[in-house]
């Protein structure tokens, strides 16, 4: 982590160029290459390629989480050819012979770090099931308590020390299922700091609340308390506590005790500021998009920066209050368009962002709903849930991007090769960054539960 | 020698001879159960050479009875009354009070529901169910149903003609079956951890790997719940249930081979003409004769209590998994059974003892034994439920948690609060803070509003008391957060701390600390 400390600063020095830089980034995302004829030093490429081979750096996911089940078809599953393929036309992208959807167009020239699974085959077809089946691993199986990704990863690449909380949620929707955004056996200390509660989604045109939205809760005293009353009050309860653990010994009373010291190092850190999105570039978070999920995303690759393990960004609307805004179930297309027109931004920007900072190598980008879309259009001219065949992303650090994994039919209705379950995803997503999927945690019911099904067959093709 | 002439002494304290007895109560069933409780408690402690701890003091034994019987800690009123109360019987009186009370109602309908339908936190379809159920469950608890009633009616509640897309306005513990998704192998799988402590779900697939229970044995209890079925309804939608009589067999998954409706004593028995399979089933289970159903019962209640079960985990019966004392056990069940299943009953008798009343602090001298020894109270955390409530009232809001709003789709400050302190991985006595819970604590909106002078109305309450001095007031906070009085040198140092004022903090603002302190501290939210 300190490495960065290091090179922000440099950053720093060099503040006129970064401007230059953002400016770049934000007209166009130049292609393969980046940054392109600029008369600034070459101060990026040194940062980027400082960070990529530093070896004391951790791996980092992404997750980018699609409420309502993404369209397949009108994203990264395009038939042209059939009347399942809708009006929605495809494209080419930076990598000759692939082709995506005009959805898309920004992410479509950085195909080369990205990795769609078309042959995504579950049997889930329930908004509330199969979020917590993505999500952990596993369907839900009482009185088993699984943990979702975000704590499991968080759990093995975090560290206790840090002052930065190891798992990092924004914008979710839990409402419909609560477990599956939870710990779950690996217990409340594996809990994801929310971040904007998700489900009060504001709308692309309420540009001004976006930043109210993403606050961190609990973080900050409350306004009507001075840092040095709360000085006093931390140090009134430290000597009461001590008086009750003297004589109760054990681990609920010790417990308080620690977890409250964290607590404060973590108020008082100054790694908190990477909440502090005001610190950004304006140039660059107009790039990711002044909505709740593009700035979700810049939030994300601060935090991952900043030796977070694991962040999650929802995307649950465009509109006001939506919850599951994918779930298309009328009107398919123009919705498809309205979130893709957040989506492609955000996620583009992302990569990009990641990649100049030499950090797109160690992090692994996650793209996944709950399921995937029928390829037959309804009479509503919607897609209705299928979880048969249909389509997720691994983009970044620990995957060969630039090519598509697995094939569906010529209509859409069936994988072809390859079907890969949530297992074999989880697993793949557990290797790509270096964690080992077969490893055991002790669940609640007294028995040792691994990371992912024992069945599990990783799709080792696409792992570097 | 030493050591043995020390435990007589101990023992003397605990079980006085009648001229030094300080709380005598007439000999009743209750009395008498707690006596022989804690006999056989004491027994063991002689064997382990185990010096337990002394008695509980009056707030400590009454934040412990709130807390475990009403689901929240009492109000600086009901305190200062206990505290003050010279009546010899007032611990008994106590505990009638709350058993007989309404927040016993809700406290163990939330219990209940808990263990009986945890599907609830992954599913949204199962708690939109849920009213429905916990009414069911509160109109039980309300009426002190008997235990084995109780458990019968859950066991052959009528599912025939139900429409599983109605939402079951009725009072109905239909939601247990349909949170089981009415499949045979969930439903035993359920029941028998539930109501006989056996975690069958192993022998589900292969032969239980620690215990002695075979596929065929699962299979055979499933067979109790196969005839409920569900009827095509039209345009693929699931139809209406159906329960077929005289279905008494099923082929095991995966093979051919058929099983009888048979008990986990491995008899089968003949299932009457015209009676449904669960009926059956209902009769064996709830019987006193049933070698579990009255020992698992007995052993949650004692769970819940003691923070640990006689045997731990408390669905977990098993070889392997032996209780700490058998003989105790042995005894609880059959009082219960001898006293119609009345559960308060066991309540009352466990908490009149004196292993129940034993103090949770640690003495230098005393031996820190084995918990399973019960020679002093674990800490045992709160459930977010009712840490919540204990905000609620220490802080003098009046939005104690709302079961009945479980099917809103609403993020509500409560929902958000049971989020993100529910912990499901350990128990009461394992219990662990959480950084994020710390700072929800600290700088959360509940505390923050207590604290501060303009919204709470404890707080303002107290400040605003005609002639209380200020030490007057800090006993007041400690009544209403901690159910006791402030110590000489806690008095001392928090009437210094509010009455030295510096720059920009008042004595109002001071006391507002004070407030903020107790709250947070550990002796708050644990159950000690």
């Not at chain 1, 709740?292 to 509109?319: D, I, K, T, Y």
């Not at chain 1, 709903?369 to 509503?380: A, Q, Y």
Request: aromatic share 8%; proline share 5%.
């Amino acid at each position: 982590m300190t490495t960065h400390m290091k090179s922000k600063s440099q950053a720093e020095q060099f503040s006129i160029g970064r401007r230059d830089w953002m400016r770049l980034l934000a007209t166009g995302v130049a292609g393969v290459t980046g940054v392109t004829g600029t008369s600034m030093s070459g101060w990026i490429q040194q940062l980027a390629a400082q960070t990529a081979t530093d070896t004391s750096r951790r791996r980092s996911v992404i997750l980018l989480w699609m409420s309502g089940g993404p369209s397949q078809l009108d994203t990264f599953d395009v038939k042209p050819d059939h009347s399942n393929g809708g009006p929605l036309k495809p494209i080419d992208t930076s990598v000759p012979g692939m082709r995506i959807c005009e959805t898309m167009p920004k992410l479509a020239r950085m195909m080369e770090h990205v990795v769609p699974i078309r042959s995504m085959s579950t049997k889930e077809g329930d908004h509330s099931r199969a979020t917590y089946h993505l999500r952990t691993g596993y369907l839900p199986q009482v009185p088993v308590d699984y943990p979702t990704l975000g704590s499991v990863i968080s759990n093995e690449l975090g560290n206790n020390d840090s002052d930065l909380p190891n798992f990092v949620s924004i914008a979710p929707y839990r409402a419909f299922s609560p477990a599956a955004y939870g710990p779950g056996f690996l217990g409340p200390r594996r809990s994801p700091l929310v971040v904007g509660e998700g489900g009060r989604v504001l709308s692309v045109d309420e540009q001004a609340g976006y930043g109210q939205s993403l606050r961190v809760e609990n973080l900050k005293q409350p306004d009507n308390v001075t840092l040095s009353q709360t000085d006093r009050r931390l140090a009134l309860l430290k000597d009461f506590d001590a008086g009750f653990r003297e004589v109760h010994p054990g681990l609920p009373a010790g417990s308080h005790e620690s977890a409250y010291a964290q607590a404060v190092r973590m108020m008082r850190s100054s790694a908190v500021k990477a909440f502090e999105l005001d610190d950004e570039d304006d140039t660059l978070r107009e790039a990711y998009g002044k909505n709740q999920f593009g700035q979700g995303c810049l939030l994300a690759r601060r935090l991952v920066e900043r030796g977070v393990p694991f962040v999650e960004v929802s995307l649950n609307g465009v509109q006001s209050n939506q919850s599951f805004g994918w779930d298309t179930h009328a009107n398919n297309f123009e919705a498809v368009k309205q979130l893709t027109s957040v989506l492609d931004p955000a996620w583009a920007t992302l990569l990009e962002d990641l990649r100049l900072r030499g950090l797109l190598d160690s992090t692994l980008v996650v793209w996944m709903g709950e399921f995937g879309r029928t390829p037959r259009i309804n009479g509503s001219s919607g897609r209705d849930h299928w979880a048969v065949s249909w389509t997720t992303v691994l983009c970044g650090g620990g995957v060969k991007g630039g090519q598509f994994l697995g094939e569906t039919t010529e209509d859409g209705m069936a994988v072809k090769d390859r079907p890969v379950s949530v297992a074999d995803l989880l697993a793949t997503i557990c290797l790509a960054v270096g964690v080992d999927p077969m490893k055991q945690n002790m669940s609640n019911v007294g028995r040792p539960i691994r990371i992912a099904d024992p069945d599990a067959k990783p799709i080792t093709e696409i792992l570097l | 020698m030493k050591s043995l002439s020390r435990i007589l002494f101990v023992l003397c304290v605990i079980f006085p001879p009648p001229f030094c007895a300080d709380q005598v109560t007439a000999q009743d069933n209750v009395q008498e159960l707690a006596d022989r409780i804690d006999e056989l408690i004491a027994r063991k402690w002689a064997e382990n050479n185990v010096v337990p701890a002394s008695a509980s003091d009056d707030s400590e034994y009454l934040g412990r009875v709130w807390l475990d019987i009403a689901g929240k800690i009492p109000t600086a009123a009901e305190a200062q009354d206990f505290l003050d109360d010279t009546a010899i019987d007032k611990r008994r009186r106590v505990v009638d009070e709350l058993l007989d009370g309404p927040n016993y109602v809700v406290n163990w309908s939330n219990v209940w529901r808990r263990v009986l339908i945890p599907e609830a936190d992954s599913d949204f379809n199962i708690r939109y169910m849920l009213p429905g159920f916990e009414g069911w469950l509160r109109q039980q608890l309300d009426e002190n149903k008997s235990y084995d009633d109780f458990v019968r009616e859950i066991l052959t509640t009528p599912v025939s003609g139900v429409n599983p897309y109605q939402n079951q306005n009725g009072l109905t513990p239909f939601a247990y079956y349909q949170s089981k998704e009415i499949k045979p192998e969930n439903l035993a799988a359920s029941t028998s951890r539930m109501f006989l402590g056996i975690r069958i779900e192993c022998a589900q697939c292969h032969d239980h790997p620690f215990d002695t229970w075979k596929r065929k044995d699962f299979w055979g209890y499933a067979t109790f719940f196969a005839a409920m079925q569900r009827q095509q309804g039209g345009n693929g939608f699931l139809g209406q249930l159906q329960e077929l009589f005289n279905r008494q067999t099923l082929t095991v998954p995966d093979t051919n081979e058929v099983v009888n409706a048979t008990y986990l004593t491995g008899v089968s028995p003949q299932i009457p003409s015209g009676r449904t399979a669960r009926l059956t089933l209902a009769d064996w289970v709830t019987s006193g004769d049933n070698p579990y159903f009255a020992r698992t019962a007995a052993n949650r209640i004692w769970g819940h209590f003691f923070g640990i079960g006689i045997v731990d985990p408390v669905d977990d019966f098993s070889e392997s998994n032996p209780p700490s004392h058998p003989e105790l056990l042995d005894l609880l069940a059959k009082e219960l059974v001898e006293h119609d299943f009345d559960l308060k009953f066991l309540m009352r008798a466990i908490t009149a003892s004196r292993t129940y009343q034993l103090t949770s602090s640690v003495r230098s001298e005393d031996n820190v034994a084995e918990p399973l020894l019960f020679s002093r109270m674990a800490v045992k955390g709160m459930t977010a439920e009712q840490l919540y409530d204990s905000i609620a009232q220490a802080v003098g809001t009046h939005e104690a948690f709302d079961t009945t709003l479980q099917a809103s789709f609403a993020v509500t400050g409560r929902s958000q609060f049971v989020e993100q302190f529910s912990d499901s991985r350990s128990g009461p006595t394992e219990r662990q803070t959480s950084v994020l819970q710390a700072l929800a604590m600290m700088n959360g909106g509940m505390i923050t509003s207590a604290t501060d002078l303009e919204s709470s109305r404890t707080l303002a309450g107290i400040i605003a008391y005609p002639g209380f001095d200020t030490a007057q007031r800090i006993e007041a906070l400690f009544l209403a957060t901690l159910h006791r009085r402030p110590r000489p040198d806690e008095l001392d140092r928090f009437v210094k701390y509010v009455e030295s004022t510096e720059a920009e903090k008042t004595t109002q603002r001071a006391l507002g600390d004070v407030f903020w302190v107790l709250l947070n501290s550990s002796e708050f939210s644990l159950n000690h």
